[in-house]
């Protein structure tokens, strides 16, 4: 199976880390393409991306063909010893396509067309928007399975197109037979006895559309799975095209960070190489570090621990913020050189030049409309000498394991957003970023895994909250915790099963076993707007939710709420090698607790001491020291080392200036 190792690491090569970006040459005059890749080369661009937009230039009218253009463009990134990971251009169907087939544009929840004008506009399941794209790209992969230049395929674009219209209506229902086999089974799994909801015929069911009130939660969780599915069913039929004409060479599609669209764990298992677009608020440093770490540790763990890619991120500003600030100088090499930390072994950004018409002219590029001579390139040329740098030392190393395993899935995020919830303010994806983030302020080794993982070979599990959680899930925390495991679970937990069937007793009983609950009689929502934002525990206040839970025997209470409705009610547990938090507490106290735990579990910070801001990684036989703040910090490293990034030795200490970096090897 091809790897982002054979770039990487090709035989006979020194190692390289990839390093380039999106790049949009026909929206420029052909007399700048050489220009734009001699500035590549002096910048250190290993690999550009094309084509990601370009089908309306392919195909200007149904079934032409113009290659020629990109026939030179290919030819001309060769010839200066620049690689390309071309794109199939489906994302972005040409005008001529919803003129001639309105069926391909999609419809949403109000039964409203998105129109062509944009991008994305495509019916996932139309059979003209499949066949038109099934065309290009095997034309595209046929016209460059042999082309020197390219190294990888890049399918589609951030796949994220719901439709509710005609066309996904035909399949849905075609994937809910395929699910429950009878009307019957159906009926009976979504509970369409509730409010007259019950279906005498297949064809009356239709995508969740909009409606009178709340719809039915178990239809509305069917429907986020059929999108996830029926979007990686178009992924697949492009892949497949292209790995008939290129078996050798890897393909991906570019994930949107965390995007609840997608089903993540499924739809990196079909891929070669899993990569991912990120792009936190430069206006907040600390913050947007984090959700790098966060990004990162979710896709290397996509990618099954190996090698990934960061496909776009920003030089600068981005232009879809209400207000879109440009990274400070410094900061785009310090979150280039994380990611690096946290596995990735290539980074690309969207885009190498800004483009100066259309939606996106204010968006930032690694050159910037201030050209060769702006800051923004001369980062770009310095990210480039530290990346070829690294290279030769990173290129395949891993992120070493297993470290604390964060459990996340999307299907219970899914079922926990439906409507007629008890609370509007919890959400599992800012559940699970709240708990990354306590464990990347300590310093904690993090990965994220599935509940279905072997989670056997790490010390310690968390799981901030599974609202839903199936049989297989459970089996796997029991297995684990009695095969001494050390497990700490969040509230409002194995409450649901997978069809979003409440389990009773307020959570799965063998849940309830392990965890030392015997029944939750009340969920009690603490609304972060009113007077009760704060439930005081003693030793810290719980926000968000709590609990009235009733302990089983054997559990030992840590905290208990005080005050309050549940005065006296325990809101801490521990039970075995397990302890259940039923709310959520301030960040301070979740890092204490969460650091106690991994204490006990024998995992401890990558370095300790660390001045306030500074992220310690390891990664192979490294150390990546990164430096969040804007003060000069003194780091201690005790031993000899080498800094990989300036060359220097290292004795003891390290300073790093505002956003500065170090990459130390044990001196030889
Ligand atoms: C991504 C997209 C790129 C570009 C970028 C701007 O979502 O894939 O094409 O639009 O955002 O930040």
Known sequence: MPRLDDLTRPPGRPARLLYGGDWNPEQWPEETWAEDLRLMRRAGVTTVTLGVFSWARLEPEPGAREFGWLDRLMDLTRAHGIDVVLATPTASPPPWLGRRHPETLPRDEDGRTEWWGSRQHFAHSSEAYRAHAAAITEDLAARYAGHPALVMWHINNEYCTYDWGDEAARTFRGWLRDRYGTLDALNTTWGTDFWSQRYASWDEILPPRRAHYLRNPSHVLDFRRYTSDLLLECYRAERDIVRKHTPHLPVTTNFMPFWSGQDGWAWAAEEDVVSVDVYPDPADPRAGAHENAFVADLTRAEAGGRPWMVMEQAAGAVNWRTVNRPKPEGLNRLWTLQAVARGADAVHFFQWRPSRQGAEKFHSGMIGHSGARGRGYRETVRIGADLARLGPRVAGSRVPGPGIALLHDWHS????????????????????????????????????????????????????????????????????????????????????????????????????????????????????????????????????????????????????????????????????????????????????????????????????????????????????????????????????????????????????????????????
């Open 413 to 668: 995020w899914w079922a926990g957003r439906h409507e007629g919830a008890l609370s509007g303010h919890l959400d599992q994806g800012d559940l699970v970023r709240t708990w990354h983030r306590a464990l990347w302020e300590a310093g904690l080794p993090v990965t994220l895994a599935h509940p279905h993982h072997d989670l056997a070979a790490h010390p310690l599990v968390v799981l901030p909250h599974l609202y839903l959680l199936d049989d297989t899930a459970v089996a796997n925390l029991e297995r684990y915790v009695a095969g001494g495991g050390r497990l700490v679970c969040g509230f409002f937990t194995g409450v649901a099963d997978p069809h979003d069937r409440i389990r009773p007793g307020g959570m799965d009983a063998r849940l309830r076993a392990l965890l030392g609950i015997d029944r939750i009689d009340e969920w009690w929502p603490l609304d972060p707007d009113g007077p009760d934002a704060r439930a005081d525990c003693g030793t810290f206040r719980g926000t968000l939710w709590s609990e009235e839970l009733v302990p089983a025997p054997g559990a030992e209470i840590l905290a208990s709420y005080r005050g309050g409705p549940l005065d006296g009610r325990p809101a801490v547990l521990r039970h075995g090698r397990t302890r259940y938090l039923s709310t959520l507490p301030e960040p301070r106290a979740l890092r204490t607790l969460l650091a106690e735990a991994a204490h006990e579990a024998g995992i401890h910070p990558v370095v300790t001491g660390l001045p306030d801001g500074v992220e310690a990684v390891r990664r192979g036989d490294l150390l990546f020291l990164l430096h969040h703040g804007r003060d000069p910090v003194t780091v201690r490293v005790p031993g000899r080392h080498r800094d990989l990034l300036t060359g220097a030795t290292v004795d003891d200490t390290v300073t790093l200036d505002r956003f500065g970096a170090a990459v130390l090897e044990e001196h030889p």
